[in-house]
Each structure stands twice: as structure tokens, then as C-alpha cells.
């Protein structure tokens, strides 16, 4: 974060002009204007496969809910989404979630002033049933977001494309994407995603014309899901 002129291998600058201050990015040198209290639209996209009942060290076993990836991934986006609540009340937030397949758990893009009216003690998210057998996979976690009341629980599969697509959709849909500044000022509020996973895709589906070539080394075309 600057408040001057920020200057890039090559002399390349980037003036600061009347914004209040530079957000550079990574080793990119990627900069954002920011101005005033400019809000943001963050969503959320969250792993709900069955892995996500397993332990940190432990791979095909589900444990208590206390020690699975589940339960860390919840408190994490609490604690985010509280941050951004508290950050700026014009902050909006959505959650999409994805095993298998993917839905919006937090559909709407939802200010921070909301938010934290709907929900004053921070548990945005919360695992309210949880069932496993100790020693064997399959668990299951059913996790309510107290926002709007919605569930999403685990299951098989981690469709990543199907849980990009459902966040960036809630972004790519929405209309009123401008917001006014105290002074008068009109600015884009500044979208961003969050993706939260444990790991490689074990799941996709393609484009209705894809051509592929198939086990036995032929050339395939049309829409395939794996």
C-alpha cells in the first residue's frame, strides 16, 4: 500500500492522481486505485466435499468434527467475513459451495450492515449436524449459513469448474455494481473471489462440442462429465 507513485521494473509508473492510495499485488506488480471507503463484492467459494470431513494429516478418514478440514474452513470464513462486515458496512458478500456439483448458498450479494444485523455473534457459518465412523471415510457435515438461513452439506466429488462458475456467476449477474462516495464521487465496487479447497479437482464437465480422444484413442467430439 502507497500513498505515491508506484514505479515497476522498466520505469513503468503508475500514478497515484486523486485516489488516496495504491493496493499493489504479488510479485506481478499488479496496482488498484482505491478511493475513500470503496467497497467490495467478495464471494466465497467453498469446498464441500466428503474429504473436507477428513483430518489435517490423516487422507480417507473422517474424524471429529473438531479436528476435520470442515470445521477450520468454517472458522476461517467467519472470521473473514466478519473482517469485511466490520471493514466497511457497504462490503457485500456471497457464498457458492461445490462437491460434485455446485450451488449458491448465499445467493444474494449481502451488505456488511446486514449481515451483521442478521447475525450479531459471528457464526455466519455453522456445521449444525455432523456423522462420521471413526477409521472409515464417508463423513457427512451439514453446515447452515445464519445469514439466510440455507443448507449445504458434504459429498462426493470436487467439481472445482462447477464451483467457479456458480461464484462467478453471482458476480457476472449482478446489476448495481457502482456506489457513491461522500463526496458525491461515483466508483465500481471492487470485486474479488475467495476459493477455498483441500485439493485437485476429482471431477469436470466440458463444452457440448469438446472434442477428446478416448480410451481406446479415438477422436471424440460433444460434451463429456467425468
Request: one cysteine or more; hydrophobic letters at 35%; proline letters at 3%.
Amino acid at each position: 500500500v502507497s500513498t505515491e507513485n508506484v514505479t515497476f521494473g522498466n520505469n513503468e509508473v503508475v500514478e497515484i492522481g486523486d485516489s488516496d492510495f495504491l493496493t499493489t499485488y504479488s510479485l506481478l506488480g499488479t496496482s488498484m486505485k482505491v478511493r475513500g471507503q470503496q467497497p467490495t463484492d467478495t464471494v466465497f467459494i467453498l469446498d464441500f466435499s466428503t474429504s473436507m470431513t477428513w483430518g489435517y494429516k490423516q487422507d480417507h478418514e473422517s474424524v471429529e468434527k473438531k479436528d476435520s478440514r470442515i470445521q477450520a474452513l468454517v472458522n476461517s470464513v467467519n472470521k473473514a467475513i466478519d473482517t469485511l462486515a466490520k471493514a466497511n458496512p457497504e462490503n457485500r458478500i456471497a457464498i457458492a459451495v461445490f462437491n460434485g456439483s455446485s450451488t449458491a448458498l448465499l445467493p444474494e450479494l449481502t451488505t456488511g450492515s446486514e449481515i451483521l444485523e442478521d447475525v450479531p455473534d459471528g457464526k455466519y457459518l455453522e456445521i449444525t449436524n455432523y456423522n462420521f465412523e471413526p477409521g472409515k471415510d464417508g463423513g457427512k457435515a451439514f453446515v447452515t449459513c445464519h445469514i439466510n438461513g440455507k443448507e449445504a452439506n458434504t459429498d462426493g466429488g470436487t467439481n472445482i469448474q462447477a464451483g467457479m462458475f456458480a461464484g462467478m456467476k453471482i458476480l457476472a449477474d449482478e446489476k448495481d455494481t457502482t456506489y457513491e462516495l461522500a463526496d458525491g464521487t461515483q466508483v465500481t465496487r471492487i470485486p474479488n473471489v475467495v476459493f477455498m479447497s483441500d485439493g485437485a479437482p476429482t471431477t469436470f464437465a466440458s463444452a457440448k462440442d469438446a472434442k477428446y480422444i478416448d480410451e481406446n484413442k479415438g477422436e471424440q467430439s460433444g460434451s463429456i462429465t467425468n
